[in-house]
C-alpha cells in the first residue's frame, strides 16, 4: 500500500471518530435558563425577615500584639441591639490607647451590623470595654472581635 493512501485513510478514520465523540458530548435538549435572582426581605438577602445589613468597615485596624490583651466575655441583646464587652489589659510600662472592633453576625457568619469602641488602659492595668449597636438583631446573633488596634 502507498504511504499516502495510509496517510489519508488514518486522518479519515480520525476525522470521523473525532466527529461521533462531539457528537455523543452534544444535547438534543434546549438549553436550560439560568436561574434569575430575586429579592424579597429576609429570603433574598439570605438574612431573617427584617434585617438589614449596615455597610461593612473595609479597613480595621488589627496588631496582633494588641490583640492579645484583649477578651471578649460578653455576647448579648440590648432593648435597642446587640452588644459585645470584654476586658483589656495592659502590661506595658505606660497607658496604652485600643481600638477595639466587633462584626456582629447571623448564625451563618453573616456580617449585619458592626461596632468600634476606644479604650485607653494605665500601664500595668486591665479596663472593661463594651461595644454596642442599636440595630434590628435576631436571637442567635454572634459577635466576633474583628481587630484591635
Known amino acids: 500500500m502507498p504511504a499516502t493512501f495510509l496517510t489519508r485513510t488514518l486522518s479519515?478514520?480520525?476525522?470521523?471518530?473525532?466527529?461521533?465523540?462531539?457528537?455523543?458530548?452534544?444535547?438534543s435538549s434546549p438549553p436550560v435558563k439560568s436561574p434569575t435572582a430575586t429579592?424579597?426581605?429576609?429570603?433574598g438577602n439570605g438574612l431573617p425577615a427584617g434585617v438589614t445589613p449596615a455597610p461593612i468597615p473595609t479597613h480595621v485596624p488589627n496588631d496582633p500584639a494588641a490583640r492579645r490583651?484583649?477578651?471578649m466575655t460578653a455576647c448579648k441583646a440590648t432593648t435597642a441591639g446587640w452588644k459585645a464587652g470584654g476586658t483589656v489589659t495592659n502590661d506595658g510600662k505606660q497607658a496604652a490607647d485600643y481600638t477595639i472592633t466587633v462584626f456582629f453576625t447571623?448564625?451563618?457568619?453573616?456580617?449585619?451590623?458592626?461596632?468600634?469602641?476606644?479604650?485607653?488602659?494605665?500601664a500595668g492595668k486591665t479596663q472593661n470595654w463594651t461595644a454596642s449597636k442599636d440595630f434590628v438583631a435576631t436571637p442567635g446573633t454572634l459577635c466576633v472581635l474583628s481587630g484591635v488596634g
Do not use: D, E, F, Y
Not at 457568619?109 to 476606644?118: L, Y
Open 12 to 27: 479519515l478514520a480520525t476525522a470521523a471518530a473525532t466527529v461521533a465523540v462531539l457528537a455523543a458530548c452534544t444535547s
Open 69 to 71: 490583651a484583649v477578651r
Open 39 to 43: 429579592h424579597s426581605a429576609g429570603i
Open 106 to 122: 447571623t448564625k451563618s457568619s453573616t456580617v449585619i451590623n458592626t461596632a468600634q469602641t476606644h479604650v485607653t488602659v494605665p
